[in-house]
């Protein structure tokens, strides 16, 4: 999300107070230019090998697609209209909008534009406000591009859109369709000659809730922060929300992230330590569920914040099957989870905490994928080391080990175990002296370069306010408005490594900007607050923008238009628009086929207003996206884009 819509006050309160050491002296931006110099030239040299992340199939195809030296199509200008545009000789489609039938067995019901369809009938719906997405090939371990399955999040969502009197009458049903609109879709799809479709019923479609039964898994299943009257083993938790970004994994699973969970939670009591690093507070001024659901009323209900803020692994293929939330993974706002592979096929998780001065972490399982056994490849994720990152100002860098018992990670420091340091993990990266970032948002593994990983930090207005962490040669900017793109190259190009060196990709701002703080220093489209980032599988990599309904296309962002997605070849500096969204909207989620000849992309919240929730009386007010009906809703939804004579995506 742009914001924790209806709770600015929220993201924009900082809760990480922690005393970190800062760099020792306040380096300029020249510095990380010259960072980028200095390390661009070797990543400008492409090497194509076979990803590690592929089955074998897919890795023969991968080989076929190398990384192109220079990017294939026209770059397209800024837009304000209220659509979505690509470049000449590219279609795109709405696909799979809020309210659309997921699929299940006679369970199809028709979306009501008036937003009157039932708290049932939206279990069985396409969630609100679409994020982090990912495909998955059928049969299960092939490499199909054209019949697969898509998971994908719903982050959150919108009263005012949902409910056809938006939040007034508040009840405990009106809670629970809203519980009902987030979470994770599975569907089925498949190229048919006329194109795309959403293949009804399904075997493999599924909607996982708010309410959905999930296990726990790791050093924290069964500690005592996680037990409730519901729950007295700590094991067994009800649902997943504020899904935001994603990741997948070589044997076929999807994995959503947990977000800003904390917004959900009221308590009127005076939050304790840990609620307070949380973001937990009095305040709910939009979902309401804390009014007639006690479970996320903490005075009621201390533990169940604890229970949310994980990764959740889901089989997309078997829908029985009993989502997991991995504790090893730690505990925080996770925005996305990028997987790579050591050259012993232990398993690399990166993960971003998205709010103003967070940490950017790494998992390395203890234990290693064996492609031919997917029982055990399930447990990968329940056992191994949870790193934070330090980003040295002579651009190297440290993956620090949060493990208890170590570097002050014990009872002096108010951590009784390794599962309570787990829940605890921001506390963890504070006393271990993480660097603080300007809100990670996603990370992406350059699948032609091992060991070379990017993430966004979409932007940071703190920066260097009186108070608040100065500029460091990491985050460079002081009022960071437009953000910027960091890279990392593992030492010895090795995942699992605890050192690598640090650069920047790209500022986001301006080009032509005389004012040094708006630069940007693309060559190319301009952009800022980058957040979506992803490879495909040639090497390309995709770049999509969340700039706030509060601020698009006015005060430092005017003239750059609506949210847009871009490309760019890593080590060329070039950066081209690709597509622009409707009104209001953010561009998310990005999922290419195997062949990369089609990409889903999801629009999410178009028409949403600058500052506020959508008002029910007049819903279309900044959009009508995508039905263009003057009494509908706007509606976030997947987008599918093909080349108009079938080739690959971008060339
Ligand atoms: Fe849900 Fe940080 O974006
Ligand atoms: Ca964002
Ligand atoms: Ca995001």
Request: glycine share 10%.
């Amino acid at each position: 999300m742009s914001k924790p819509l209806f709770k600015q006050e929220h993201k924009e309160e900082v809760s990480n107070k922690s005393d970190n050491p800062v760099f020792s002296g306040v380096v300029d931006a020249l510095f990380s230019r010259r960072r980028f110099l200095q390390l661009g030239a070797v990543m400008g040299t492409a090497v194509a090998f076979p990803s590690l992340l592929r089955t074998p199939a897919a890795q023969a195809v991968e080989i076929a697609l190398s990384r192109p030296s220079t990017l294939g199509f026209t770059s397209i200008a800024v837009s304000t209209d209220d659509t979505v545009r690509v470049p000449d000789g590219y279609i795109a489609r709405p696909f799979y909008r809020w309210g659309d039938a997921t699929g299940m067995k006679d369970n199809l019901p028709e979306f009501k534009k008036d937003g009157s369809n039932t708290t049932d009938e939206q279990a069985a719906q396409a969630g609100m406000h679409h994020d982090g997405m990912a495909w998955f090939s059928l049969p299960q371990g092939g490499d199909s591009p054209s019949h697969g399955l898509l998971a994908m999040n719903h982050e959150y969502v919108d009263n005012g859109l949902l409910f056809k009197d938006g939040d007034a009458n508040w009840n405990l049903d009106k809670a629970r369709k809203a519980q009902n609109a987030m979470g994770v879709s599975v569907i089925e799809v498949k190229k048919e000659p006329d194109g795309w479709t959403v293949v009804r019923p399904s075997q493999y479609a599924r909607r996982i809730t708010v309410n959905t039964p999930m296990s726990v898994t790791g050093p924290a299943k069964g500690n005592e922060l996680l037990k409730t009257a519901a729950d007295p083993a700590g094991a067994t938790i009800l649902g997943t929300m504020q899904n935001c970004a994603n990741g997948h994994t070589p044997w076929g699973t999807y994995l959503t992230c947990e977000e800003n969970w904390s917004d959900i939670f009221v308590k009127k009591a005076a939050p304790n330590a840990l609620e307070k690093r949380y973001g937990i507070s009095d305040s709910d001024e939009s979902y309401r569920w804390s009014e007639v659901d006690p479970r996320f009323n903490v005075d009621a209900t201390p533990n169940e914040p604890n229970r949310f803020g994980w990764v959740v692994e889901i089989d997309p293929f078997n829908p029985a099957s009993t989502p997991r939330k991995h504790t090893a993974l730690g505990r925080f706002k996770h925005e996305g989870a990028a997987i790579t592979l050591t050259a012993d096929k232990r398993v690399v998780a990166y993960m971003g905490d998205d709010q103003k001065f967070e940490y950017i972490y790494k998992f390395v399982s203890d234990k290693t994928w064996a492609a031919d056994n997917r029982e055990a490849a399930m447990d990968l994720l329940s056992s191994g080391t949870l790193y934070v990152a330090k980003f040295n100002d002579d651009g190297t860098g440290v993956w620090l080990p949060l493990v208890f018992g170590q570097s002050g990670l014990d009872a002096s420091n108010g951590f009784a175990s390794q599962g309570d340091l787990l829940i605890k993990t921001r506390l963890a990266a504070d006393v271990v002296g993480a660097t603080k970032m300007d809100r990670p948002e996603w990370i992406a593994v350059d699948p032609h370069a091992a060991g070379s990983v990017y993430c966004t930090l979409t932007n940071n207005s703190d920066r260097g306010k009186e108070g608040k962490a100065p500029v460091d040669a990491a985050n460079p900017r002081a009022n960071n408005v437009y953000g910027h793109i960091m890279h990392w190259q593992e030492q010895g190009d090795d995942p699992a490594s605890t050192h690598f060196a640090w650069d920047i990709l790209v500022m986001g701002g301006k080009p032509d900007a005389s004012d040094e703080a708006a630069k940007g220093s693309m060559n190319g489209a301009e952009f800022g607050s980058a957040d979506g980032l992803s490879f495909d599988p040639r090497g390309v990599l995709w770049i999509q923008t969340d700039v706030s309904s509060s601020t698009i296309n006015k005060k430092a962002y005017e003239g750059m238009g609506n949210n847009q997605m871009l490309a760019t070849v890593p080590g060329s500096n070039e950066f081209r628009r690709f597509l622009t969204g409707p009104r209001g909207c953010e561009i998310t989620g990005i999922a290419f086929t195997p062949d990369n000849r089609t990409l889903f992309i999801n629009i999410q919240h178009p028409g949403e207003p600058g500052d506020d929730i959508s008002d029910p009386a007049n819903p279309n007010a900044v959009s009508r996206w995508p039905d263009g009906e003057t009494s509908g809703r706007p509606r976030s939804s997947t987008v599918v884009i093909v080349k108009a004579d079938g080739g690959i995506i971008g060339s």
